[in-house]
Nanobody
Framework: QVPLVESGGGLVQAGGSLTLSCTSF????????VSWFRQAPGKEREFVAL???????RYADSVNGRSTISRDNAKKSVYLQMRNLNSEDTAVYYC???????????????WGQGTQVTVSS
């Protein structure tokens, strides 16, 4: 079984909002920082947001101010609310956990299968 499962992607109009969910099947989920990354066609996977074990957050400049990441350890889940979406947000979104907290995708060892977000103009 994959360690992480994303959901909530879909087609949304520019200016709209979307909430992505990431559910973990890992033990001791609360011990992990969890990050969201995204990958658009022909581009490298890029950092979007992370939430630390204690709830602290960090965002990429591209989504800062219009995104909110949060976690619910009881549900072993992390959420990414995205607002005022634009075409540049179109990508496959992945959540990930690892032994370290980093904005570098190579530092992460556990990934979900991804969920597609498409923003239409």
């Amino acid at each position: 079984q994959v360690p992480l499962v994303e959901s909530g992607g879909g087609l949304v109009q520019a200016g709209g909002s979307l909430t992505l969910s990431c559910t973990s099947f890992q033990r001791a989920f609360s011990n992990y920082a969890v990050s969201w990354f995204r990958q658009a066609p022909g581009k490298e996977r890029e950092f979007v947001a992370l939430v630390h074990q204690g709830g602290g957050t960090r965002y990429a400049d591209s989504v800062n101010g219009r995104s909110t990441i949060s976690r619910d350890n009881a549900k072993k889940s992390v959420y990414l609310q995205m607002r005022n979406l634009n075409s540049e947000d179109t990508a496959v979104y992945y959540c990930a956990t690892g032994a370290v907290t980093s904005i570098n995708a190579a530092q992460y060892t556990s990934w979900g299968q991804g969920t597609q977000v498409t923003v239409s103009s």
